[in-house]
């Protein structure tokens, strides 16, 4: 049942789960909840917050919400959007 919402994330996550089949499962440690659409998905390892798989970011083996994704990795939200944008445009 997540093999549906695996394949709909991004490119970064998908590697994260590779690199780890076929050993053990990503998530075993990951408290999995239904969101409100009825999607199952991780918390956000801070707050709790329910996620889908398409809305979790991925540190390690954690999952977090946006917020704390950029808390825990210092990203910005406008720096990432620079270099996606720069990264399209050059190429
Ligand atoms: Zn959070």
Redesign the pocket.
């Known amino acids: 049942m997540n093999k549906k919402s695996l394949g709909d994330a991004p490119h970064s996550k998908t590697e994260t789960f590779h690199a780890k089949v076929g050993r053990d499962m990503p998530h075993d440690h990951i408290e999995l909840a239904q969101t409100p659409n009825g999607e199952l998905g991780p918390r956000?390892k801070?707050?709790g917050?329910r996620l889908t798989f398409g809305e979790a970011m991925v540190v390690d083996r954690d999952y977090?919400?946006w917020?704390?994704y950029v808390e825990k990795t210092g990203a910005d939200t406008a720096t990432v959007e620079i270099q996606r944008e720069t990264r399209f445009w050059k190429e």
Do not use: G, M
């Open positions: 956000c801070s707050c917050t977090f919400c917020k704390h």
